[in-house]
């Protein structure tokens, strides 16, 4: 089996400068778009990734890109906080590659319950507090998001700590 892959945008685990490929493509087949078209009817299960963040416009613009581009499912986790606006997601509201979910990454038994029931191959993490103008009048809120909920999204893959063993997805 292989580890689970964690990607970031700020920070990273176990698999600093990896990029999220595809599973496995069809071998017989050199076409793009036959590749895609197996991406997609492959088990959500095996090929479905996890955002967080997936809202705000950084995260969002990835989403909308990852459709385009992998086909492949997406679990959005995000808080819409000042910086997630779901208009950012409208062109896919009725997509069922994409399934939104309201929720803080350091909601430990929701972010453990969407790991163990869609068991996602990568989780692209996109921690959303950003406005400088913000952080110097309300530090703890970016502590709490950026710092505290990656913190225990890396505890949550079992890779936030030295010796932890990885989450297999």
């Known amino acids: 089996r ?15 400068g990896r990029r999220v490929s595809p599973p496995s ?3 017989n087949s050199s076409s793009p778009s036959a590749s ?5 009817d492959a088990d959500p299960r095996t090929t479905l990734i996890l955002t967080t963040g997936g809202a705000g416009f ?5 989403v909308l890109t990852w459709l ?4 492949t499912p997406v679990v959005n986790l995000d808080t819409l906080t000042y910086a997630g606006n779901l208009e950012n997601l409208e062109s896919i509201r009725d997509d069922r ?5 309201r929720g803080d990454i350091r ?36 502590i709490q998001t950026n710092v505290t909920g990656t913190c225990a999204l890396l505890d949550d893959l079992g890779c936030g700590h030295p010796g932890a063993t990885p989450f297999e997805g």
Do not use: M, W
Not at 58 to 62: A, D, L, R
């Open 107 to 142: 909601d430990r038994a929701l972010v453990s319950r969407l790991l163990k029931t869609h068991r996602p191959r990568a989780v692209v993490h996109f921690p959303a507090e950003t406005h400088v103008d913000r952080s110097i009048h309300a530090p703890h809120d970016f």
């Open 58 to 62: 950084i995260g969002s613009n990835f």
């Open 68 to 71: 385009a581009a992998e086909g």
């Open 36 to 40: 895609t078209a197996a991406r997609r």
């Open 2 to 16: 292989a580890a689970f892959r964690v990607l970031s945008i700020c920070y990273a685990c176990r698999t600093v």
């Open 25 to 27: 493509e069809n071998q």
């Open 97 to 101: 590659r994409h399934e939104f979910v």
